[in-house]
């Protein structure tokens, strides 16, 4: 089968180990099932593993890809959820430590058949297109938990976004206008701070901007270029949600700011099967549908890779089959 892989490792120019090549069929083990895939999106965790980030070279080559829509064996129209839990682990989804998400440990997304625990699939529902639906397992799901689980705020709170354009971004701003908070949103150029403005955002700032306001919590992907103002942002008593640090991961803790404001510092990472679901309900129930960047044939995932290196997506990449 076709397949986009990883076959090698480059911290500086992760496109070096990225090839679209015949790959083996998947050999589903047991309570495993095959997935034919209709749509599967890119993820910011793609070019992480082709940098080497998350993955040990002896695994390569692997199929990338953590999200995907298709059909199973059994002719269901299915959404797969990226995480493949531990079958031992007896406690919270998501503080299973032997968890990993597909393109890890096993094959990914982004073929034209993928291997998962029958457990991993959810309906699609009819309402969402293939493409829809291949947008929600990574970026929508941990914008979800981040938002609506991990930063306790109340509709009708102010919430800041770091990072205008992304994946994760874009979901967060569309998922928390419609769950009626103030969104505001920091993005590095007048057309990425337009396009929050026709998503939902209350208020689109440059990079650093002294706000109006604190606010009650701040949604933290980008890591070391923002980490400081995001502690500047937030209110006496706020949240601060982090699940990415694309810019670096050692910025300046600011424990005196952190203790003296008496600040929450939430890590959050990807989001439980029953969140997906009830993610997938909250798209049917508002009529909100993810942020859709470009459309491209799996043959010329390079050129969606590319793009998303060279941070010119807005919303996400997703490769059709
Ligand atoms: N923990 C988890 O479960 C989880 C899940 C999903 C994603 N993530 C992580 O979250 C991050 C975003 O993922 P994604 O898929 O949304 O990636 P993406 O689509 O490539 O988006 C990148 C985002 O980062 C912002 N950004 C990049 N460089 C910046 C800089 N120098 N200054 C300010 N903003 C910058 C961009 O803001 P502009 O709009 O201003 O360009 C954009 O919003 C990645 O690091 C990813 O690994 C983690």
């Given at each position: ?84 839990g531990n079958p031992d682990w007896h406690g919270a989804e998501s503080l299973d430590p032997g968890r990993t998400l597909l393109s890890e440990q096993y094959d990914g997304t982004l ?62 701003i569309a998922i928390g206008r419609a769950a009626g908070y103030r969104m505001w949103v920091t993005g590095r150029s007048d057309e990425k701070r337009q396009r929050a403005l026709e ?18 919590a701040v949604m933290e992907t980008v890591g070391e270029a923002t980490w400081a103002h995001s502690l500047r942002a937030v209110r006496p008593g706020g949240t601060v949600v982090v ?79």
């Amino acid at each position: 089968m076709r397949a986009v892989l990883a076959t090698g490792i480059n911290p500086d120019d992760p496109l070096a180990g990225l090839s679209v090549a015949d790959h083996p069929e998947p050999q589903p083990a047991n309570g495993w099932i095959t997935v034919s895939v209709k749509a599967a999106a890119l993820n910011h965790h793609d070019l992480w593993t082709l940098r080497g980030i998350g993955i040990r070279e002896d695994r390569l080559p692997i199929v990338l890809g953590c999200d995907a829509a298709g059909v199973d064996e059994d002719g269901n129209e299915v959404i797969v959820h990226a995480v493949i839990g531990n079958p031992d682990w007896h406690g919270a989804e998501s503080l299973d430590p032997g968890r990993t998400l597909l393109s890890e440990q096993y094959d990914g997304t982004l073929a034209e058949r993928v291997a998962v625990p029958r457990y991993n699939l959810i309906p699609k529902p009819a309402a969402l297109s293939w493409m829809e639906s291949a947008c929600l397992p990574t970026a929508w799901l941990t914008a979800y938990r981040m938002l609506l689980g991990a930063s306790d705020v109340q509709p009708g709170g102010t919430i800041l976004v770091q990072g205008a354009s992304g994946g994760v971004a874009t979901a967060l701003i569309a998922i928390g206008r419609a769950a009626g908070y103030r969104m505001w949103v920091t993005g590095r150029s007048d057309e990425k701070r337009q396009r929050a403005l026709e998503l939902g955002a209350a208020a689109v700032f440059e990079p650093g901007a002294r706000l109006p306001e604190r606010v009650d919590a701040v949604m933290e992907t980008v890591g070391e270029a923002t980490w400081a103002h995001s502690l500047r942002a937030v209110r006496p008593g706020g949240t601060v949600v982090v699940s990415g640090a694309t810019t670096g991961d050692a910025p300046s803790a600011e424990l005196r700011r952190v203790f003296f404001l008496q600040l929450r510092v939430i890590g959050s990472t990807m989001g439980t099967k029953d969140e997906l679901v009830r993610l997938v309900r909250f798209l049917e129930q508002t009529g909100v549908r993810p942020v859709i960047d470009t459309v491209l044939p799996l043959e010329e995932a390079r050129a969606g890779f590319a793009r998303m290196a060279a941070g010119e997506n807005h919303g996400k990449i997703v490769f059709t089959l």
